[in-house]
C-alpha cells in the first residue's frame, strides 16, 4: 500500500467526523509518514510501518471531545424554517426524556463500574487483613498454651494470606478491564454521533 493509498483509506474511516479533524488527521500521518521516508525506508515501508487505518480511525475518535462531536451533530447544517421548530418543539415531551435518560443510564454505568472496583479493593483489604489476623491470633493462642488451636488457625491464616496474594495479583488485570469498559462505553456514544466510524 502506498501513502496515497493509505491516506485514502483512513479518510476513508474518519469521513463522518468534522471536516477540521479529517484535513487535521491527513496532514499528521502525511507527514509522519514522509518523516520515516526522509529516515531511510521506502514509501511501501514507511506506510508499512504505520498503524492500521481501523486503529488510526480508533485513536482520533477516542481523542476527539465528546462536546465538540455533540455541537457538531446538533449543528443545523441550514436554517430551520418555522415548521420544524414547532416538531421539535411539539417532540420535546418524548425526546428529552429519552436523551435525559440515556444520559442518567451512562452514568449509572460508570458509577456502578467504579462501586465494583471500590468494593473488589475492599474485599481484598478484608481479606488481607484477615490473614494478618489470623498470624496475630496464633502467637496468641500458642502463648497460652493452645497449640491445637493455634496450629489450625496458622493453616487458615495462611490460605487466607494465599487468596489474599491472588486477589492483589488480578487487581492490575481487574482494574484495566473495568477502565475498558468506561472507554468503550464513551466511545460508543461518541459513534453515535459521528454516525459509524
Not at 39 to 67: C, F, K, N, R, Y
Not at 139 to 146: A, E, R, T
Not at 166 to 180: C, D, E, G, N, R
Amino acid at each position: 500500500m502506498n501513502k496515497e493509498e493509505y491516506l485514502a483509506a483512513i479518510r476513508e474511516k474518519i469521513k463522518s467526523l468534522p471536516e477540521g479533524d479529517i484535513d487535521r488527521t491527513i496532514e499528521y500521518y502525511d507527514e509522519m509518514i514522509d518523516d520515516r521516508m526522509e529516515d531511510g525506508l521506502t514509501e511501501e515501508e514507511a506506510v508499512a510501518d504505520m498503524a492500521s487505518p481501523d486503529e488510526v480511525s480508533m485513536q482520533v475518535l477516542e481523542d476527539i471531545p465528546l462536546s465538540r462531536l455533540v455541537k457538531e451533530r446538533i449543528k443545523p447544517k441550514h436554517e430551520l424554517k418555522g415548521w420544524q421548530i414547532a416538531l421539535i418543539i411539539i417532540g420535546s415531551p418524548v425526546w428529552i426524556p429519552l436523551v435525559l435518560t440515556a444520559l442518567v443510564l451512562l452514568l449509572t454505568f460508570w458509577i456502578v463500574v467504579v462501586s465494583l472496583l471500590i468494593a473488589y479493593y475492599s474485599v481484598i483489604l478484608g481479606v488481607a487483613a484477615a490473614g494478618v489476623s489470623g498470624l496475630i491470633m496464633f502467637i496468641f493462642l500458642l502463648i497460652s498454651g493452645n497449640t491445637a488451636a493455634g496450629l489450625l488457625m496458622l493453616g487458615m491464616a495462611l490460605v487466607v494470606m494465599g487468596l489474599s496474594i491472588l486477589l492483589i495479583v488480578s487487581a492490575k488485570p481487574v482494574t484495566k478491564a473495568m477502565f475498558k469498559c468506561c472507554r468503550a462505553s464513551v466511545i460508543g456514544v461518541k459513534r453515535i454521533f459521528v454516525k459509524e466510524i
